[in-house]
C-alpha cells in the first residue's frame, strides 16, 4: 500500500503549528497563563496524558501545575480541591483529568468547576452554550478535530458525516458542531452508537467517518467507500511485547487495510491525539484573556 494514494492527516505537523502561534500570542504577556491539572490515582494512561499536557504548557510559555490525589481521595476532598483552584487567581484554567475512581461521582465534580476556568469544556454552561451556538469553551478533542478539517480543507457542507460514539466529550458536541451553519459545519450528521442498526450501512453512505468509540480496528475497510474521509479518535493502549513499553497506541480504525480507500485519513498515533492538546492549549490561553482584558 503506497501512502502517496491518500492525504495522511498529520496531527503533529499541525500541531507544532497552533504551538507557535499560542506562543507567539503570549510573548508580549506581563503575566503567563497558568493551566492546573488535577490527578486522582494512578492510572498509567491518565498519568502520561498528564504529563504530555505538562510539556505542552512549558513549549508554548505558560505555567503549569499537577495536584495529584490518592485513589482512596474522596468525593467531599476533592471538591476542595477544586473549590480551591476556582478561587487561585493564579489559575486561568484548570482540568480535572477523567476518568475519575468510580466512588467520585464524575458529574458532581465538573459541575463544581468555575466555568471561566474549565478549559475541558464539560461543564453544563458550556454544554447548553454550544448546543446553542454561542460562545464557549469547546471541548478539546472536537475543537482539534474541527481544527484538523479547517487546516486540510475537508468540505463538510452538505457531507454525509458519520459518528460513531455518542460521548459528551466527544460524539454529541461534535455532532452539534459539525451540523451548525458554521463555517465547517451544515454537514448531515448521523451520531451512531452501541444500540444503533444498520451501522455498516450508514458509515458505506458516508463521505466523513469520525470514529470515537474506543473499540481498536473496530473500522474496517468494508464499512468505508472510496474516497471518503477517515478521522480516528481512539487511542487505546494494546499489549505489544516488541514494544520496550510492552504496550503500543490503536486506534478505532484498521489503518493497514482502510488507509488506501480514502481520500484522507489520520493516524495513531499522531493524528487527532496531538491536536487534543492543542485544543486544551488554545482555551486556557482565552480563559487567561478573558480574566485579563
Not at 105 to 133: C, W, Y
Not at 175 to 185: D, I
Not at 201 to 224: E, N, Q, S, W, Y
Request: with cysteine; proline share 5%; net charge neutral.
Amino acid at each position: 500500500m503506497s501512502r502517496n494514494s491518500f492525504q495522511l492527516l498529520d496531527g503533529n505537523a499541525l500541531a507544532a503549528l497552533w504551538k507557535q502561534k499560542i506562543k507567539d500570542a503570549c510573548a508580549s504577556f506581563k503575566q503567563k497563563p497558568c493551566l492546573a491539572a488535577v490527578l486522582v490515582g494512578n492510572d498509567g494512561a491518565s498519568q502520561s496524558y498528564v504529563q504530555f499536557k505538562i510539556k505542552d504548557c512549558t513549549d508554548v510559555g505558560f505555567e503549569s501545575k499537577l495536584i495529584q490525589l490518592s485513589e482512596d481521595t474522596t468525593q467531599a476532598s476533592l471538591l476542595e480541591t477544586i473549590e480551591a483552584l476556582n478561587q487561585d487567581t493564579s489559575v486561568h484554567g484548570y482540568i480535572v483529568q477523567l476518568p475519575l475512581p468510580s466512588h467520585i461521582n464524575e458529574q458532581t465534580i465538573l459541575a463544581a468547576i468555575d466555568p471561566t476556568k474549565d478549559v475541558d469544556g464539560f461543564h453544563p454552561l458550556h454544554a447548553g452554550r454550544l448546543m446553542l451556538s454561542l460562545p464557549s469553551f469547546v471541548p478539546a478533542t472536537p475543537w482539534g478535530i474541527l481544527a484538523m478539517i479547517n487546516h486540510y480543507q475537508i468540505p463538510t457542507e452538505g457531507a454525509e458525516i458519520v459518528i460513531i460514539g455518542r460521548s459528551h466529550i466527544v460524539g454529541r458536541p461534535l455532532s452539534v458542531l459539525l451540523s451548525s451553519s458554521a463555517k465547517y459545519g451544515n454537514g448531515t450528521v448521523t451520531l451512531l452508537h452501541s444500540k444503533s442498526k444498520n451501522l455498516k450501512a450508514h458509515c458505506l453512505r458516508a463521505d466523513i467517518i469520525i470514529a470515537a468509540l474506543g473499540k481498536p480496528g473496530f473500522v474496517t475497510a468494508d464499512m468505508v467507500k472510496q474516497g471518503a474521509v477517515v478521522i480516528d479518535v481512539g487511542t487505546t493502549r494494546v499489549q505489544d511485547p516488541s514494544s520496550a513499553r510492552g504496550w503500543r497506541l490503536k486506534g478505532d480504525v484498521d489503518f493497514e487495510h482502510v488507509a488506501s480507500k480514502t481520500l484522507a485519513i489520520s493516524p495513531v498515533p499522531g493524528g487527532v491525539g496531538p491536536m487534543t492538546r492543542i485544543g486544551l492549549l488554545y482555551n486556557t490561553l482565552e480563559a487567561f484573556k478573558s480574566l485579563n482584558p
